[in-house]
């Protein structure tokens, strides 16, 4: 998937088949109060300046503020309203009232990220909540200002708070690392003890403060990012778990035909033996077998001499808002497949049944051009620091009938395109099936963050014989890219109007290709608990040796369970290729309305802007632990590593001094030789990774991509030191407005706000008003529950 921001560490993983795309952030045009802020925790980390620098001291006194910086939002950072006022008046009544339940569905099973985020984020959510359910932004400014703050620390504030909204936690949902206030600690409190809600409720309000305010401004080594142990924070897993408590888990899960996707793991000890618990998210609490269920998975088990005991009811007052819902929007629903898959997806939520989930899935995917589009459930592994527990989100949206023309002709021409693709026909699905490809205006995305394309579902049995869905989301790639020239970083002068102009309608065909022919290629090759195999092991060799293949997937054995922690980027890398690959051929960019000279322009940013990516992805590079903390912009990286050792003067990546006299870099593209050297070192490379995932080559494919994935000083490239500049140049990922819908009588209304970081905290405060006080002690009631798995 594509995930957006202009949309663990050694043990981080990233998701088994990824499926969303990411946009890749560009510069930071800092506000400057970091500079005087870097004490907020002793131990900032320093250890970047232990790289050899050719740069004086002053600019390596510059480099320790900025890289610090990394752990507060800038106050100029970017805002923008998602636009769904036209799509939304287009529907009819019963389609808004669909919309409607869908999205309180949606928005209140998104509450459960913050519980899977890290310790504090609920908590800090609720002390937002009470503060601006009390006082509006505008309201709270002349508090602000009586308590001592400066315009500039009171804006530092809404951009924080703005920043949890969207991020859904207190970590960003691109790149897992943590921000905090960029204002002291003792003026936050101040605020807080002079806002209205602290004056009505003293006692609360200071209890709450007191739970959270430490671990809210604490950047100590471990807060600093997501990861497993002691690599990062994580709330997938109790504090005291380890990658091989994670591996064992998986072994239980696999053993007993179990999804993690809806699990969280707490371990403990008990005469002096290991116990674990596998939690897994549902209303009901009860462990015994409900109505509609032959059996029930819960119960206690004895695994490789260990006791688990898999339990219901993780965040099950949410789960059972997230039914209710679900339930009333069953009554709108449009023909019979949607009714079937509202009643399964309630069912898994109510239950805890990822089995419902994948029959909800299935009607999803009979649901053929439906003219309100949704996808709801524990979906996307990225955050795990194992790769296997989804985290969950929940999109509504409105097809954008236009957009969606171009997107089904690539479907109609992917039986053409793929057998383009540089694998043997062994190595390809047998069947293609045509995927509903649509492209949306989103009116509800809950979650931790907004991609720009999606590809789903995620099962793999589902993926491989049933089919699947693609989508982009049409309104936020239109706000996502509006770049502004002297923000471009990293590009020679004469690139610059080019990218604007054809960054957009150049990623809408990456989009595309990613999705569809991305992420919808590739056979795995299985034998099943039968003994049958989908291939013929007589006549399959694999290219690469000319030998017959000797690798497989087994049994249960599923892509993400084999290749675990590389296998989200691994396939976003993939996808990634895919789409540079076949933008080389001209039909493809005929579908997208782009001839002659124009088409060659989108190919020539499409490459440009992938390279690029590749250098800013170092930004989500953990020197300490070696590990990257984003899968897409890892695979970026990786294909700037291809094409910068295809050679022959294809790309040049050059360090510099700037303009300002602050580091800097240049990227460059021959654009002549794109169609041979780029295209044969892509062809190479993306049949390895094909071949080594069909065959389950475990191995062979972590040689392979953690190799590229390597960032060193020695080479002819520093990208040690490199990293560094893309962090002095870099800016945050962009944040998203959300408009709310609201029954008034027989009709739905929709209510936007403005793209601000006060529009954003108003959007979240009048969207849980009529059960805030409720939903609230609901999530503090869920954290005092697990607080002390996290000690």
């Known amino acids: 998937m594509y995930r957006t921001p202009k949309m663990l560490r050694c043990l981080r993983l990233w998701k088994r088949t990824p499926t969303r795309m990411g946009f890749e952030p560009t510069r930071a045009e800092h506000n400057g109060l970091a500079v005087h802020r870097l004490n907020h925790s002793a131990t900032s980390s320093c250890s970047t300046l232990c790289m050899p620098l050719r740069f004086s001291s002053?600019?390596?006194?510059?480099?320790?503020?900025?890289v610090d910086s990394q752990y507060y939002l800038p106050n100029d950072i970017g805002v923008s309203a998602l636009d769904c006022t036209e799509a939304f008046r287009l529907l009819s009544n019963k389609e808004k009232m669909y919309s409607h339940y869908l999205s309180r569905a949606a928005w209140h099973g998104g509450l459960a990220v913050l519980l899977q985020t890290s310790p504090e984020s609920a908590k800090i959510f609720v002390l937002l909540q009470k503060i601006f359910r009390k006082q509006t932004p505008a309201q709270l400014e002349q508090v602000a200002t009586a308590a001592g703050l400066s315009p500039e620390e009171y804006q530092a504030f809404l951009v924080y708070a703005a920043g949890l909204y969207a991020n859904m936690g207190n970590y960003k949902s691109f790149g897992d690392t943590k921000f905090i206030p960029n204002l002291p600690k003792d003026k936050l409190k101040a605020l807080v003890k002079a806002s209205q809600a602290f004056q009505d409720q003293p006692a609360e309000m200071e209890a709450l403060w007191e739970s959270c305010s430490c671990l809210l401004f604490s950047l100590e080594d471990r807060q600093k990012q997501l990861g497993?142990?002691?690599?990062?924070?994580?709330?997938?897993?109790?504090?005291?778990?380890?990658?091989?408590?994670?591996?064992?888990?998986?072994?239980?899960?696999d053993s007993k035909k179990l999804s993690a996707y809806n699990t969280r793991l707490f371990k403990r000890e008990k005469e002096g033996k290991a116990c674990y618990e596998v939690r897994l998210a549902s209303a009901v609490q009860k462990d015994c077998a409900e109505e509609g269920e032959c059996e029930t998975s819960c119960g206690s088990f004895n695994f490789e001499d260990k006791e688990f005991t898999v339990k219901r009811g993780d965040y099950a007052p949410l789960m059972e808002k997230v039914s209710f819902y679900l339930q009333k929007a069953q009554a709108y629903a449009a023909n019979e497949n949607q009714r079937k898959m509202l009643e399964e997806y309630a069912r898994s939520f109510t239950l805890g049944s990822v089995d419902a989930h994948k029959e909800g899935s299935r009607y999803w995917i009979k649901d053929k051009g439906p003219i309100v589009e949704s996808y709801i459930g524990f979906i996307e592994s990225y955050r795990d620091p194992f790769g296997s527990r989804g985290e969950f989100e929940g999109f509504i949206a409105v097809v954008n009938k236009a957009m969606s023309e171009r997107f089904a002709k690539l479907v109609s021409s992917a039986e053409v395109l793929l057998p383009e693709l540089p694998w043997p026909k062994e190595f390809e699905k047998d069947t293609f099936l045509k995927p509903d490809f649509t492209s949306l205006d989103v009116l509800t995305f809950a979650g931790s963050g907004i991609p720009a394309g999606i590809n789903i579902p995620n099962y793999d049995d589902i993926r491989q014989s049933e089919g699947f869905k693609n989508v982009s989301l049409g309104n936020v790639l239109s706000v996502a890219y509006a770049t502004q020239k002297e923000k471009l970083t990293f590009l020679q002068e004469g690139d610059k109007d080019l990218f604007i102009k054809w960054k957009g309608p150049s990623f809408e065909v990456q989009v595309g290709l990613h999705e569809l022919l991305g992420h919808g290629s590739g056979k795995l090759l299985v034998q099943d608990d039968e003994g049958k195999f989908n291939f013929d092991k007589s006549k399959v060799n694999n290219p690469e040796t000319g030998e017959p293949v000797t690798s497989w997937y087994r049994g249960s054995e599923t892509w993400d369970s084999k290749f675990s922690t590389i296998a989200s980027s691994y396939e976003e890398c993939r996808a990634e290729c895919v789409g540079l690959y076949l933008c080389l051929i001209k039909k493809v960019l005929s579908i997208f309305g782009n001839e002659g000279q124009d088409a060659e322009d989108v190919v020539y940013i499409n490459w440009l802007s992938m390279v690029r990516a590749g250098l800013l992805g170092l930004e989500f590079y953990t020197p300490e632990s070696k590990s990257w903390r984003q899968a897409h912009m890892q695979a970026r990286f990786v294909i700037l590593r291809v094409l910068l050792e295809a050679?022959?003067?294809?790309?040049?990546?050059?360090?510099?001094?700037?303009?300002?006299?602050?580091?800097?870099?240049?990227?460059?593209?021959?654009?002549?030789?794109?169609?041979?050297?780029?295209?044969?070192?892509?062809?190479r490379f993306l049949c390895k990774l094909q071949v080594l995932k069909a065959t389950a080559d475990v191995e062979g494919g972590r040689a392979l991509y953690e190799g590229y994935s390597t960032v060193n000083e020695g080479g002819p490239h520093n990208f040690m030191r490199l990293r560094e500049t893309v962090l002095l140049r870099k800016e945050d990922r962009k944040m998203f407005v959300q408009a709310n819908t609201n029954i008034n009588g027989d009709s739905v209304e929709l209510k936007?706000?403005?793209?601000?970081?006060?529009g954003l905290i108003c959007s979240f405060t009048e969207r849980f008003q009529d059960d805030a006080e409720k939903l609230e002690a609901d999530l503090l009631a869920l954290c005092k529950k697990d607080f002390p798995c996290w000690c």
């Not at 360090?655 to 062809?683: F, M, N, W, Y």
């Not at 936007?752 to 006060?758: C, F, Q, R």
Request: with cysteine.
């Open 58 to 66: 002053s600019v390596s006194n510059l480099r320790l503020k900025m």
């Open 228 to 253: 497993l142990g002691d690599k990062g924070i994580t709330t997938y897993f109790s504090g005291n778990c380890s990658l091989e408590d994670a591996e064992l888990a998986q072994r239980f899960l």
């Open 647 to 683: 050679g022959e003067g294809l790309v040049g990546l050059e360090e510099l001094t700037g303009p300002d006299g602050k580091p800097d870099a240049q990227i460059t593209l021959d654009r002549s030789k794109i169609h041979t050297v780029g295209k044969d070192a892509i062809h």
């Open 752 to 758: 936007e706000y403005e793209g601000s970081a006060a």
